[in-house]
């Protein structure tokens, strides 16, 4: 399964990026509004700095305006995937950035219907928000095995990126489904490497070590 950060803070791209496991980056409007600087500068930084597929939003809601302004992030780096929130008009707009080879994540996907929909319509990416599904009592993870499963019913190459991640429980369920991607906040991944056990068994280790060391 690839691992994708879901952040626009490029000091924690740069570290998580030094792990060796990071194959991408998401970003949304919420993301970038954290960060002081230009979003055009930081998709820039951020596609310099991650070789995989960096995640950019647009904000329009009309099929001419989604494309003008996926057309504008593609041309910021070669790496830069345009996200699309899902409606008629974004499938449109995956439709016709698709007819010029410019990939689309289509996000802010709830349910297999909005999937395949996206999937039909070209997409490279979907997004599933499990967190907000499972805020309103919806299993987010059924949601997710149901798309993989459609997916895998008609043999549907556009990958399902598992969004809205809130922790390495969520991580491990995306794996165990079979997902293909998983975007996480920073503190999500740096969780994922930790167990109360390591932590013990390293401290054990060490003050065994350290009898060997005051013989
Ligand atoms: O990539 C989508 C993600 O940033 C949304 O997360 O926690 O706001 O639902 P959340």
Not at 46 to 63: C, Q, R, W, Y
Not at 74 to 92: D, F, H, Q
Not at 165 to 184: L, Q
Request: hydrophobic share 45%.
């Amino acid at each position: 399964m690839k691992f994708f950060l879901d952040s626009a803070h490029l000091p924690d791209i740069r570290e998580a990026a030094q792990l060796g496991i990071l194959d991408g980056v998401t970003t949304n409007p919420s993301l970038l509004s954290k960060e002081e600087a230009d979003p055009v500068a930081v998709l820039r930084e951020i596609s310099k700095v991650v070789d995989g597929p960096i995640s950019a939003e647009v904000v329009s809601t009309e099929h001419a305006g989604m494309v003008e302004q996926g057309v504008e992030w593609r041309r910021i780096a070669e790496n830069i995937v345009v996200k699309i929130p899902m409606s008629t008009e974004g499938l449109k707009a995956i439709r016709t950035l698709r007819e010029q080879e410019i990939p689309t994540n289509c996000t802010l996907v709830f349910s297999p219907t909005q999937a395949l929909m996206a999937a039909k319509a070209g997409a490279a990416m979907v997004s599933p928000f499990v967190g907000r599904l499972d805020d309103i009592q919806v299993r987010g993870m059924e949601v997710v095995d149901e798309i993989v499963q459609v997916f895998s019913n008609y043999e549907i190459s556009t990958e399902v990126l598992v969004a809205s991640i809130r922790s390495p429980v969520h991580v491990a369920d995306a794996a165990r489904i079979g997902a293909d991607i998983s975007t996480m906040p920073w503190s999500v991944m740096q969780a994922l490497a930790r167990h109360p056990l390591t932590d013990i068994g390293i401290e054990r280790f060490f003050a065994d070590w350290q009898k060997i060391q005051n013989r």
